[in-house]
């Protein structure tokens, strides 16, 4: 049963110009140790940045209300998943928790990139 839908579009040159204007202080408040040091590898990081900031407004955007409120940019963190598709992993306890309350057991997530755009899109899926 599906507990929650997100999507969200960011323009690439957006988060660029966050990175440039507010460099480690945005990326730390935003970004987990190893989506930085993932993302900081690529040839084009503020692409990576820019995909894993959409997935994370879309799960945030799937949530239930309940759990938003225990939610924040790095409750989460972008992984990839199997055949490199992206992957959601919950960092907080209290996040988890609460997900696990609301009955939601599963994320799936994925994200596309297109010139200046990337995509987010978040699918939560009951208990399995």
């Given at each position: 049963m599906t507990k929650g839908i997100g999507v969200d579009v960011v323009a690439i040159e957006r988060i660029g110009e966050m990175i440039?204007?507010?460099?480690?202080?945005?990326?730390n408040k935003v970004f987990t140790p190893a989506e930085i040091e993932y993302c900081g590898k690529k040839a084009k990081p503020e692409i990576h940045f820019a995909g894993r900031w959409a997935a994370k407004e879309a799960?945030?955007?799937?949530?239930?209300?309940?759990?938003q409120k225990v939610s924040g940019w790095r409750s989460v963190e972008i992984v990839r998943g199997e055949s490199a598709a992206p992957a959601i992993s919950v960092c907080s306890v209290l996040l988890q928790e609460?997900?696990?309350?609301c009955g939601i057991g599963r994320c799936l997530a994925s994200i596309s990139h297109e010139k200046s755009v990337c995509v987010g899109m978040v699918v939560m899926d009951g208990a399995l």
């Open positions: 440039r204007k507010h460099g480690d202080h945005f990326l799960f945030y955007k799937a949530l239930p209300r309940d759990c609460a997900m696990d309350k």
